[in-house]
């Protein structure tokens, strides 16, 4: 039996290159049309971090089913660790991403929650992947 995965991401192919980041995608096509409006003017719109307040009710109840999730991955865990699966896994770089969110948007999280975000916010993967990123959007 053989795996076959296939991985579909947004690709823009550019005179340069692909692009292959939805966040750099985005940057670029702002770039080539300023015209557009495809980002607010204003800073402070364009740096939005601001808390969700009042959190809307479906963005409350997916949290809450994706911290239900990170439970359901630690109960099951059958190694120890600040990880999803105690380890380090697949489903910890999956979450990332969310972890960004959660933290960028100062969703208060229970004490278990806003330590596993900590734990990738420490994980060199994470730190460099972030890095990048800050690179990317000082280009």
């Known amino acids: ?40 003017k204003a800073v402070a719109a364009r740096a939005h971090d601001a808390p969700l307040s009042p959190m809307p009710a479906d963005v409350q109840a997916e949290i809450e089913r994706m911290l239900a999730l990170w439970a359901e991955c630690r109960a ?41 975000v900590e734990t990738l916010y420490q994980w060199p993967a994470f730190k460099a992947w972030q890095q990048a990123g800050l690179e990317e959007t000082a280009r």
């Open 1 to 40: 039996m053989s795996l076959h995965l296939i991985i579909k991401v947004p690709l823009l192919q550019t005179e340069t290159g692909v692009i292959a980041d939805s966040l750099a995608i985005a940057e670029y096509l702002a770039e080539q049309f300023p015209d557009a409006g495809l980002w607010p």
């Open 76 to 116: 099951v865990a059958t190694e120890a660790g600040p990880y999803l699966s105690g380890t380090l896994s697949l489903a910890d770089a999956f979450f990332a991403p969310v972890a960004v969110r959660l933290r960028s948007y100062q969703v208060e999280l229970p004490e278990v929650d806003a330590a596993y």
